[in-house]
Protein backbone atom coordinates (compact mmCIF):
# COMPACT_ATOMS: atom_id res chain seq x y z
CA UNK A 1 0.00 0.00 0.00
CA UNK A 2 2.78 2.52 0.66
CA UNK A 3 4.29 1.79 -2.34
CA UNK A 4 1.64 2.65 -4.56
CA UNK A 5 0.91 5.97 -2.73
CA UNK A 6 4.80 6.66 -3.34
CA UNK A 7 4.14 5.91 -6.97
CA UNK A 8 1.24 8.20 -6.72
CA UNK A 9 2.93 10.97 -5.15
CA UNK A 10 5.57 10.70 -8.07
CA UNK A 11 3.25 10.69 -10.40
CA UNK A 12 1.56 13.31 -9.02
CA UNK A 13 4.08 15.65 -8.64
CA UNK A 14 4.79 16.85 -12.25
CA UNK A 15 1.14 17.13 -12.99
CA UNK A 16 1.25 19.49 -9.82
CA UNK A 17 4.46 21.27 -11.12
CA UNK A 18 2.77 21.61 -14.55
CA UNK A 19 -0.12 23.00 -12.75
CA UNK A 20 1.55 25.84 -11.06
CA UNK A 21 3.61 26.75 -14.04
CA UNK A 22 0.16 27.13 -15.91
CA UNK A 23 -1.42 29.16 -13.37
CA UNK A 24 1.91 31.47 -13.16
CA UNK A 25 1.87 31.74 -17.15
CA UNK A 26 -2.03 32.44 -16.87
CA UNK A 27 -1.18 35.08 -14.34
CA UNK A 28 1.60 36.81 -16.58
CA UNK A 29 -0.25 36.91 -19.68
CA UNK A 30 -3.15 38.53 -17.55
CA UNK A 31 -0.64 41.65 -16.14
CA UNK A 32 0.37 41.70 -19.61
CA UNK A 33 -2.94 41.96 -21.80
CA UNK A 34 -3.04 45.64 -21.75
CA UNK A 35 0.63 45.79 -23.43
CA UNK A 36 -0.19 42.56 -25.70
CA UNK A 37 -3.42 44.68 -26.79
CA UNK A 38 -1.70 47.80 -27.43
CA UNK A 39 2.06 47.30 -28.62
CA UNK A 40 3.07 44.76 -32.23
CA UNK A 41 4.60 41.80 -30.74
CA UNK A 42 8.41 42.98 -31.23
CA UNK A 43 8.23 46.13 -29.09
CA UNK A 44 5.45 44.63 -26.75
CA UNK A 45 8.27 41.52 -25.69
CA UNK A 46 11.22 44.77 -25.51
CA UNK A 47 8.80 46.60 -23.42
CA UNK A 48 8.25 43.26 -20.71
CA UNK A 49 11.71 42.99 -20.70
CA UNK A 50 12.54 46.04 -19.29
CA UNK A 51 9.58 45.46 -17.01
CA UNK A 52 10.98 42.13 -16.31
CA UNK A 53 13.90 43.17 -15.26
CA UNK A 54 12.39 46.05 -12.80
CA UNK A 55 10.22 43.24 -11.26
CA UNK A 56 13.16 41.64 -10.38
CA UNK A 57 14.85 44.46 -9.43
CA UNK A 58 11.77 45.01 -6.56
CA UNK A 59 10.98 48.45 -8.32
CA UNK A 60 7.40 49.44 -9.18
CA UNK A 61 6.44 48.09 -12.52
CA UNK A 62 2.98 50.01 -13.59
CA UNK A 63 4.56 53.27 -14.09
CA UNK A 64 6.80 51.52 -17.04
CA UNK A 65 3.25 49.95 -18.02
CA UNK A 66 1.17 53.33 -18.50
CA UNK A 67 4.53 55.35 -19.75
CA UNK A 68 4.41 52.35 -22.59
CA UNK A 69 0.64 52.39 -22.73
CA UNK A 70 0.62 56.27 -22.74
CA UNK A 71 3.40 56.22 -25.86
CA UNK A 72 0.83 53.82 -27.92
CA UNK A 73 -2.08 56.17 -27.27
CA UNK A 74 0.01 58.77 -29.13
CA UNK A 75 1.24 56.41 -31.67
CA UNK A 76 5.06 57.20 -30.81
CA UNK A 77 7.23 54.95 -32.82
CA UNK A 78 7.90 51.38 -31.32
CA UNK A 79 11.66 52.54 -30.81
CA UNK A 80 10.50 55.85 -28.93
CA UNK A 81 8.07 53.40 -26.79
CA UNK A 82 11.17 51.21 -25.91
CA UNK A 83 13.05 53.93 -25.22
CA UNK A 84 11.15 55.96 -22.87
CA UNK A 85 10.15 53.06 -21.04
CA UNK A 86 14.28 52.05 -20.74
CA UNK A 87 14.92 55.55 -19.54
CA UNK A 88 12.27 55.70 -16.82
CA UNK A 89 13.19 52.48 -15.80
CA UNK A 90 17.09 53.68 -15.15
CA UNK A 91 15.40 57.06 -13.24
CA UNK A 92 13.64 54.92 -10.97
CA UNK A 93 16.53 52.80 -10.39
CA UNK A 94 18.93 56.47 -9.85
CA UNK A 95 15.92 57.28 -7.16
CA UNK A 96 15.84 54.59 -5.09
CA UNK A 97 19.69 55.01 -4.83
CA UNK A 98 19.44 58.65 -3.91
CA UNK A 99 16.39 58.15 -1.79
CA UNK A 100 17.19 54.35 -0.21
CA UNK A 101 15.51 51.25 -0.33
CA UNK A 102 12.35 51.88 1.70
CA UNK A 103 11.09 54.50 -0.66
CA UNK A 104 7.47 54.21 -1.15
CA UNK A 105 6.33 53.71 -5.31
CA UNK A 106 4.85 57.70 -4.78
CA UNK A 107 8.52 58.79 -3.79
CA UNK A 108 10.37 56.85 -6.97
CA UNK A 109 7.58 58.41 -9.56
CA UNK A 110 8.14 61.84 -8.34
CA UNK A 111 11.99 61.53 -8.39
CA UNK A 112 12.38 60.11 -11.64
CA UNK A 113 10.30 63.37 -12.96
CA UNK A 114 12.34 65.43 -10.79
CA UNK A 115 15.66 63.82 -12.56
CA UNK A 116 13.94 64.01 -16.36
CA UNK A 117 13.53 67.78 -15.77
CA UNK A 118 17.56 67.81 -14.43
CA UNK A 119 17.61 67.83 -10.96
CA UNK A 120 20.73 65.94 -9.82
CA UNK A 121 20.67 62.77 -7.63
CA UNK A 122 22.57 64.66 -4.65
CA UNK A 123 19.47 66.82 -4.25
CA UNK A 124 17.44 63.99 -3.80
CA UNK A 125 19.66 62.21 -1.16
CA UNK A 126 20.06 66.06 0.39
CA UNK A 127 16.12 66.00 0.94
CA UNK A 128 15.84 62.65 2.42
CA UNK A 129 18.55 64.20 4.77
CA UNK A 130 16.79 66.46 5.35
CA UNK A 131 13.22 65.00 5.71
CA UNK A 132 14.00 61.78 7.49
CA UNK A 133 10.97 59.47 8.08
CA UNK A 134 8.46 61.77 6.54
CA UNK A 135 7.18 60.97 3.26
CA UNK A 136 9.21 63.52 0.37
CA UNK A 137 6.24 62.75 -2.79
CA UNK A 138 4.90 66.37 -2.26
CA UNK A 139 8.41 68.10 -1.96
CA UNK A 140 9.27 65.97 -5.32
CA UNK A 141 6.29 66.84 -7.15
CA UNK A 142 6.69 70.59 -6.42
CA UNK A 143 10.13 70.05 -7.08
CA UNK A 144 9.64 68.48 -10.72
CA UNK A 145 6.91 71.38 -11.23
CA UNK A 146 8.71 74.16 -10.23
CA UNK A 147 11.26 72.88 -12.96
CA UNK A 148 8.89 72.28 -15.63
CA UNK A 149 7.60 76.38 -15.35
CA UNK A 150 10.70 77.65 -15.61
CA UNK A 151 12.31 77.84 -12.64
CA UNK A 152 16.20 76.65 -13.04
CA UNK A 153 16.29 73.43 -10.96
CA UNK A 154 19.53 74.65 -9.24
CA UNK A 155 16.80 77.43 -7.79
CA UNK A 156 14.16 75.00 -7.77
CA UNK A 157 16.29 72.39 -5.42
CA UNK A 158 17.55 75.39 -3.00
CA UNK A 159 13.52 76.06 -2.77
CA UNK A 160 12.36 73.03 -1.58
CA UNK A 161 16.18 72.05 0.39
CA UNK A 162 15.67 75.67 2.28
CA UNK A 163 11.56 74.62 3.31
CA UNK A 164 12.56 70.79 4.55
CA UNK A 165 15.52 72.53 6.21
CA UNK A 166 13.51 74.63 8.21
CA UNK A 167 10.90 72.37 9.03
CA UNK A 168 8.01 73.53 7.22
CA UNK A 169 5.42 70.90 5.93
CA UNK A 170 3.89 69.85 2.89
CA UNK A 171 0.94 72.73 2.98
CA UNK A 172 3.99 75.23 2.74
CA UNK A 173 5.31 73.43 -0.72
CA UNK A 174 1.79 73.58 -2.32
CA UNK A 175 1.12 76.83 -1.15
CA UNK A 176 4.58 78.08 -2.88
CA UNK A 177 3.83 76.04 -5.71
CA UNK A 178 0.31 77.91 -6.20
CA UNK A 179 1.32 81.00 -5.62
CA UNK A 180 4.60 80.57 -7.85
CA UNK A 181 2.29 79.17 -10.63
CA UNK A 182 -0.19 82.58 -9.96
CA UNK A 183 3.08 84.96 -10.20
CA UNK A 184 4.36 83.42 -13.72
CA UNK A 185 1.10 83.79 -15.26
CA UNK A 186 0.60 87.22 -14.00
CA UNK A 187 3.69 87.99 -15.46
CA UNK A 188 6.63 87.73 -12.89
CA UNK A 189 10.16 86.06 -14.27
CA UNK A 190 10.03 82.08 -12.40
CA UNK A 191 13.25 82.25 -10.44
CA UNK A 192 11.98 85.50 -8.97
CA UNK A 193 8.74 84.19 -7.93
CA UNK A 194 10.12 81.14 -6.52
CA UNK A 195 13.53 82.75 -4.17
CA UNK A 196 10.56 85.35 -2.91
CA UNK A 197 8.24 83.33 -2.04
CA UNK A 198 10.49 80.82 -0.53
CA UNK A 199 11.87 83.54 1.65
CA UNK A 200 8.03 84.69 2.50
CA UNK A 201 7.26 80.62 3.48
CA UNK A 202 10.12 80.85 5.89
CA UNK A 203 10.06 84.08 7.12
CA UNK A 204 6.37 83.86 7.53
CA UNK A 205 5.39 86.66 5.64
CA UNK A 206 1.92 86.59 3.56
CA UNK A 207 2.76 89.76 1.11
CA UNK A 208 1.46 89.06 -2.21
CA UNK A 209 3.87 89.52 -4.61
CA UNK A 210 3.83 92.68 -7.03
CA UNK A 211 3.65 91.16 -10.70
CA UNK A 212 6.81 92.57 -12.80
CA UNK A 213 7.22 92.67 -16.18
CA UNK A 214 9.47 92.88 -19.54
CA UNK A 215 13.23 93.46 -18.94
CA UNK A 216 12.45 94.23 -15.09
CA UNK A 217 11.46 90.52 -14.78
CA UNK A 218 13.78 89.50 -16.71
CA UNK A 219 16.80 91.61 -14.71
CA UNK A 220 15.58 90.27 -11.91
CA UNK A 221 16.17 86.63 -12.43
CA UNK A 222 20.15 87.31 -10.96
CA UNK A 223 18.58 88.62 -7.72
CA UNK A 224 16.98 84.42 -7.28
CA UNK A 225 20.02 82.89 -8.00
CA UNK A 226 20.55 79.83 -5.16
CA UNK A 227 22.68 81.53 -3.46
CA UNK A 228 19.60 84.19 -2.81
CA UNK A 229 17.41 82.15 -1.42
CA UNK A 230 18.28 83.12 2.87
CA UNK A 231 22.07 81.99 2.41
CA UNK A 232 21.83 78.49 2.10
CA UNK A 233 24.48 76.62 0.29
CA UNK A 234 23.52 75.86 -3.04
CA UNK A 235 22.62 72.08 -3.50
CA UNK A 236 24.96 69.67 -4.81
CA UNK A 237 25.15 68.38 -8.67
CA UNK A 238 22.48 69.48 -11.40
CA UNK A 239 22.26 66.32 -13.69
CA UNK A 240 21.57 62.72 -13.01
Excluded: N
Excluded at 14 to 22: G, H, N, Q
Excluded at 92 to 118: H, I, P, Y
Amino acid sequence: MSGSVTGIAKLAAPAVLALALALVGESARAQDARLVAQLDGPTQAQVTAVIDRARAASLPVEPLVDKALEGARKHAPDARIVDAVTSLAARLDSSRRALGSASSEAELVAAAAALQAGVGTAVLSQLRQQRTGRSLAIPLVVLGDLVTRGVPHDTASALILLVAHEGLGDETLLAIQRDVQRDVRDGAHPATAAAIRARGAVSGASTRMRPTRGPLAAGAATSAAPGALSGHPSPAGTKP
